[in-house]
């Protein structure tokens, strides 16, 4: 059945930096192709990645892709600098899951230039094309490889979901705070969390898990400034005390979040996806937070 329709599509070359829109990217064996194959790391390259959790102006950091796979950087204060791909000798770096990763160093004048954005010594490294990570066995609920991302090859969100979200939030707050990879307008609130397979253009989605989100989306994603919300609301609306569905042991991330978005697998590499695409929802699954609205519009489980 279809169900609405692609109205965003981003790809984050670097995690935890600012996403490119494009409008139509294709299917990669990791997720989608250019999005977080990059990531700053600390500075003994055997440890773990630094994102917005650690230094919130990362947000202000806009990456460009260049021909022959390198990256434009700009921020505020701080000179354009252009960085080509590494094609040095791998090292070996760790993921979000402690995985080790291999990579490689992007140089000293990228180094230094993120030294200056974060305040503390930092490298940028880059994973070859296609390679990614793999979740321990006992976790690997996606079935395939991710890029630098937390866990899932890809994040989808849905517009009216965020709008039933903005309505009962204390602040305003856009789509871009959830940093999800395709953006679907034209469903019903909470329509995506129960999307267990989907099909976009010619690419085939597995709605794996409702996405648990840590504290990135309350940064500002134009400024870097922390703020409230959207903690506030979802821990009204949208926390999970239990995830029954879920599979365990990932289930212990689930519960005790509060949830947005749906982490997906999806394939096969070389499809793609386009703005203006139909969603074509083939299989459905029980959501792990049903919900029933009351005539006031509050949340019912």
Not at 39 to 59: E, F, K, P
Request: aromatic share 6%; glycine share 10%.
């Amino acid at each position: 059945m279809a169900s609405g329709t692609v109205s965003g599509l981003y790809v984050y070359p670097i995690k935890s930096c600012r996403a490119v829109a494009v409008g139509t990217a294709t299917v990669s064996a990791i997720g989608l192709a250019g999005d977080r194959t990059w990531q700053i790391v600390d500075a003994d390259l055997n440890s773990r990645g630094l994102t917005q959790r650690q230094h919130s102006n990362l947000a202000t950091v806009q990456p460009e892709p260049l021909a022959g796979g390198g990256l434009r950087l700009t921020a505020p204060g701080k000179a354009t600098i252009e960085v080509d791909r590494p094609r040095a000798e791998s090292i070996t770096v760790l993921s979000h899951f402690k995985v080790p990763v291999a990579a490689s160093d992007a140089g000293d004048r990228a180094a230094a230039w993120f030294s200056e954005v974060t305040g503390e010594p930092v490298r940028l490294v880059a994973m070859p094309e296609g390679s990614g990570w793999r979740l321990p066995e006992d976790l690997d609920i996606f079935g395939q490889n991710a890029p630098f991302s937390d866990a899932a090859p890809l994040l989808v969100t849905a517009e009216a979901s965020l709008d039933w979200l903005r309505d009962r939030a204390s602040e305003d707050f856009g789509m871009d705070r959830f940093r999800p990879n395709v953006v679907v307008s034209g469903t019903e609130p909470w329509e995506e969390d129960s999307w267990a397979a989907f099909a976009i253009g010619d690419a085939q989605l597995r709605g794996v898990v409702p996405w648990p989100r840590c504290a990135i989306p309350q940064i500002d994603q134009r400024t870097g400034d922390r703020r409230r919300e959207p903690a506030k609301a979802l821990r009204l609306h949208r926390w999970c005390t239990r995830a029954p569905t879920v599979s365990a042991p990932f289930r212990g991330i689930v519960e005790g979040s509060g949830l947005f978005g749906i982490g997906c697998a999806i394939g096969p590499a070389g499809a793609t996806i386009s703005i203006g695409d139909e969603v074509t929802v083939t299989t459905l699954a029980p959501p792990v937070l049903p919900m029933v609205e009351r005539s006031g519009g509050d949340p019912l489980r």
